[in-house]
């Protein structure tokens, strides 16, 4: 009896024992110190801009920062900080916005790039890592085109979501200018892709009739119902940075059937805990965004 109690008590330490050698590997120091290090870093890595690494697992050097407004945008949000990307991206946001302001679709109302020397952030995203995503609104408040916004709005205005996932179409935030914003930001060649609800391209391949070369780049993902995600391609002269696969062949518009299916549901929503799994999860960083990080861990 006695014997028995003992066992038990043994065996309760031994799963004790094992949870915590499990939660101690899964949260290892050192690389608890170089996570806060990406978060922590207030100033970009010296040196010629290069993004390095994969968009969920580098960093970059010589970033540059988004201004907080110029023609035709506005950064929001801004007390995140998240403001740093490769000049090929800020360049891109700029003439994009440009041409926002040209065509009187703006403004473009921006939200996170990245961290000064990017890097895995603490929350809110898994990628944004290599300088080379951004997040840009797709509604915009109607006072917005009649003045800037001020630095209150832009902190705490929400952003509209333009597609009704119950209806399973877009919802009345969406308009014909959001199309045109996609496309004209889609056009450059700078762009990988960008993300959207699979509703609001759904709703891109019935009206487009002319022009649906853009559509390829517009790539179905969870959520991006109030926001686009815009993924730039690794720029010339980054040669440790890490492209995306090629883009699949055609517009992909006969291909969206999937997300709509009732069957695949179950399926959609473990890809989606998985994805929401890998935020906050510490990615295998390249060697040079390491030692970057060690300059800051100091
Ligand atoms: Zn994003």
Known sequence: MILSIVMARVHKLAILALVLAITSTSAMPESEAKSSAWSRARKPAKGSAESIGGYSAGCLRGAVAMPAQGPGFQTMR???????????????LQ??????NASHLGPLLIGDLGQPMGGPAPSGHSSHQSGLDVD???WHPAVAEKRRLRPK???SLQAKKVVDAKKKQVSAFWSDDIGELLRLAASEP???????????????????????????????????DDHMHIR???????????????LPEG??????DWWFDDEAQAARKLGKAKYQERVGALPTLPDSCNEMAAVVAK
């Not at 003439?95 to 926002?100: D, E, G, H, S």
């Not at 517009?251 to 969206?256: I, M, N, Q, Y």
């Open 78 to 92: 801004p007390s995140r900080k998240r403001v740093f990307g490769h000049p090929v991206l800020i360049e891109y």
């Open 153 to 155: 709005e832009r902190e």
């Open 190 to 224: 700078e762009v990988s892709r960008i993300f959207v609800n699979p509703l609001i391209k759904q709703r891109l391949c019935q009206a487009t009739d002319t022009d649906r070369d853009y559509l390829r780049k517009l790539r179905p993902w969870y959520g991006h």
């Open 251 to 256: 517009d992909g518009c006969s291909e969206l």
């Open 136 to 138: 840009v609104w797709l």
């Open 95 to 100: 003439r994009v916005a440009n041409k926002i």
């Open 232 to 246: 730039l391609s690794c720029p010339a002269e980054s040669e440790e940075c890490v492209n995306q696969d090629e």
